[in-house]
């Protein structure tokens, strides 16, 4: 009987760990399902880019995975038996496997705001970054937006907003310094474009609520807005917390340095929906840059204790934070592998190039999921009983 692989989520990390299992282990052996709600490979990274009016290239999964053994499967996955080891699309279909690697992601943090969830627009997928591109797209010249969140997200949206539509008068509140955790040569890049692009921002302004015309500040202050944008964090997907899988206050699993859980050594978490070491121990941070080589180390894990083979060591670290100021401007700034900024960064054109590089790599290797390896699979060892992992 082959071992039954379910892959829950197609995003960046999903999609990376299933290309990388159907490289890493033999058809015969194994059987490998991708379940994922859309149909299509969503650049989560370019959701800013889809809500100011732009349109994204469809990349349907049934042709990233063409030829590599993957089963596609598109449905909504409403519930996971850890303990019977089912997953649940659809309602009442069961899907059953003998190791889960679970990667549903993230959406927007909407509930710790009164009228965020009412009033707010977010763009954390692409069904709610097409809606936002309907609400701008109904606007007027001379119309409000804010955007609230000063997080890379933030920074990304607010000025892809300003470029696309230097009509509308765009606002910006921070909670604490604009883009404080930058370089000094970052900073003052940022602050120059956002100059530019005749962005309004609050500093160290926490918002309280949120309403259909604006939003009250924590100081008592209103910000008028006839689109108020949200990005001011993530949450992850309540499945996970619905189970007996061991997860952190955030709803994250808890997993240990190779991605497996720390509760449940059949079961797997990748990018958002795990609470992950790096390679030095500190939490890796929501983002593609941590999804991928997630991923890919899960994926290696697996095929190791599948086949034997030695496990592969934790070398997951960051390089550079990279966010885009509109179309034809950026940053990048490199960071230690902990992610603590360095003080160099490549900004303007050159950064802009070199971040569409990089998301097009991204977005490449997903679709190439397994290009870059040796075309040798290995099979499946004798089955030997599965140690606990240690929590």
């Known amino acids: 009987m082959k071992h039954r692989i379910v892959v829950l989520g197609a995003g960046y990390a999903g999609a990376a760990a299933a290309g990388r299992l159907a490289k890493r282990l033999r058809p015969a052996d194994t059987e490998i399902t991708l379940v994922n709600a859309d149909p299509e490979f969503v650049e989560r990274v370019r959701m800013h880019q889809l809500a100011s009016g732009q349109d994204l290239r469809p990349r349907p999964l049934a042709d990233v995975f063409a030829g590599t053994g993957v089963r596609v499967r598109v449905a909504e996955v409403t519930a996971v038996g850890a303990e019977r080891k089912t997953v649940s699309v659809g309602g009442s279909e069961e899907i059953p496997y003998d ?25 954390a997928g692409k069904q709610s970054a097409l809606r936002l591109r309907a609400r701008l797209a109904e606007l007027g010249a001379g119309a409000s937006v804010l955007v609230v969140g000063g997080g890379l997200t933030g920074i990304e949206t607010v000025t892809e907003i300003a470029e696309a539509r230097p009509d509308l008068e765009v606002s910006f509140a921070v909670r604490a310094g604009l ?3 930058l370089s000094e040569k970052a900073r003052r890049h940022l602050r120059a474009a956002i100059d530019r692009l005749g962005i309004v921002v609050h500093e160290h302004t926490g918002i309280a609520t949120v309403g259909p015309d604006g939003a009250s500040t924590a100081d008592g202050r209103e ?26 206050e955030t709803g994250q699993i808890v997993v240990d340095e190779t991605m497996r859980s720390v509760s449940h050594p059949d ?32 994926a290696d894990a697996i095929a190791a204790r599948l086949t034997g083979r030695d496990i592969p060591p934790n070398k997951i670290g960051y390089s550079a934070q990279c966010v ?18 360095k003080p160099s ?47």
């Open 345 to 391: 960064a490549v900004t303007g054109r050159t950064a802009a190039r070199l971040k569409e590089l990089i998301c097009r790599t991204a977005a490449w290797s997903v679709r190439h999921p397994t290009s870059m390896l040796p075309s040798r699979r290995h099979a499946i060892a004798a089955a030997k009983p599965v140690a606990s992992p240690v929590g």
């Open 99 to 123: 190791t889960l690697v679970y990667a549903l992601g993230s959406t927007a943090a909407v509930g710790g705001v009164p009228g965020v969830a009412e009033h707010a627009c977010h763009l």
């Open 324 to 341: 885009s100021l509109g179309r034809r401007d950026a940053v990048v700034q490199w960071v230690t592998p902990d992610d603590r900024p």
């Open 223 to 248: 910000i008028p807005a006839r689109v108020t944008v949200w990005t001011a964090g993530f949450a992850v997907h309540p499945i996970a917390a619905a189970t007996t899988l061991r997860v952190a």
């Open 267 to 298: 079961v797997y978490a990748v990018g958002d929906a795990a609470l992950a070491p790096g390679a030095d121990g500190t939490p890796l941070r929501m983002s593609c840059a941590s999804g991928v080589p997630a991923g890919y180390l899960a």
């Open 179 to 181: 883009g404080d955790w």
